[in-house]
């Protein structure tokens, strides 16, 4: 896994082997910035289910201002704290080692907002439904933010899910980018 693009282009980022994890492929993270493209400058970017944060640090290399990371698993928190550690980011971003409720909550509690939401939870679980209600209740994306949702190609998003509305959806083999935002 490695950084594409921005101020750390071509780092290359430590990774959990195995199967515990499913690190967002090079192409579809490719296409997911290239999508988003000037939007990431200043904004305000979560990752939730950031994994080892290959998204979000992303994020963070091609111009977000604030970048927060959300995993409830503790080996994934070790290794991204590595990463940020590695590119001297640390003291730069928010990392939260907790459940994506928890955090929904937290972070709404906080009145904290955000302008790209990424969701990329373990495939056909339905973590990214319940996500996207809770974030439709919580208010923390901002009025023109956007929420990109990775699933698998079989998984059928909702068209509207409270206050958001499903915008665009891109296929990559066997898996699928979908884009939200405010109705």
């Known amino acids: 896994m490695r950084v594409i693009s921005g101020e750390f282009r071509g780092r290359k980022l430590e990774q959990i082997e195995g199967i515990e ?28 289910f950031a994994g080892t944060g290959g998204i979000g640090i992303e ?10 990371f959300i995993d409830e698993s503790a080996n994934s928190i070790k290794i991204l704290k590595k990463n940020l550690d590695k590119l001297n980011i640390s003291d730069k971003v928010e ?18 907002k955000f302008d790209v939401i990424f969701i990329d939870p373990p495939y ?45 959806q891109n296929k990559y083999s066997k898996t699928m980018l979908s884009f939200y935002s405010l109705t």
């Open 124 to 168: 056909l679980k339905g973590f990214e439904k319940n996500a996207l209600v809770h974030i439709s209740e919580s208010g923390m994306l901002t009025d023109n933010g956007i929420i990109v949702v990775e699933h698998d190609l079989t998984d059928k998003m909702p068209e509207i899910s409270g206050k958001l509305k499903l915008t665009r």
């Open 95 to 112: 990392v939260f080692n907790t459940d994506y409720i928890n955090a929904i909550n937290k972070l709404s509690n906080e009145n904290k």
């Open 59 to 68: 994020a963070y290399s091609r111009g977000a201002a604030r970048v927060v």
């Open 21 to 48: 994890i499913r690190p967002t492929s090079d192409r579809v993270k490719e296409s997911l910035f290239n999508i988003l493209g000037t939007r990431l400058i200043d904004c305000a970017f979560l990752d939730l």
